[in-house]
């Protein structure tokens, strides 16, 4: 069983920076891609960004691209999302996701996904 957890949410004025970080247990994480999704009130959750194993490739969602960076560190097991330039739109709950097959390069889509962190919260002021 695989287990994440989320850490480094909070409240921020837009135009601030927060890091996300995730640390994954129960598996060989450097095995496997590592993604971030996020839920806002009555909205679908969606995806962020990607990062493959061995970080050969990432992918952004349109809306982040250019301001948020994903990063990992296998000898940690840890996975990190760091957001500049934050906007009062990134307000949402934020998860990382680890997806079943080890196949998966740079998994887009939640059903890609099989574990899931308990989320943390990110606010953005105006």
């Known amino acids: 069983q695989v287990q994440l957890v989320e850490s480094g949410g909070g409240l921020v004025q837009a135009g601030g920076s927060l890091r996300l970080s995730c640390a994954a247990s129960g598996r060989t994480f450097s095995s496997y891609s590592m993604g971030w999704f996020r839920q806002a009130p009555g909205k679908e959750r969606e995806f962020v960004a990607v990062?493959?194993?061995?970080?050969?490739?990432?992918v952004y969602a349109e809306s982040i691209k250019g301001r948020f960076a994903i990063s990992r560190d296998d000898a940690k097991n840890t996975v990190y999302l760091q957001m500049n330039s934050l906007k009062p739109e990134d307000t949402a709950v934020y998860y990382c996701a680890a997806p079943n097959s080890i196949l998966a390069i740079t998994p887009r889509h939640t059903y890609e996904y099989r574990y899931w962190g308990q989320g943390t919260q990110v606010t953005v002021s105006s």
């Open positions: 990062i493959s194993r061995s970080a050969t490739s990432t």
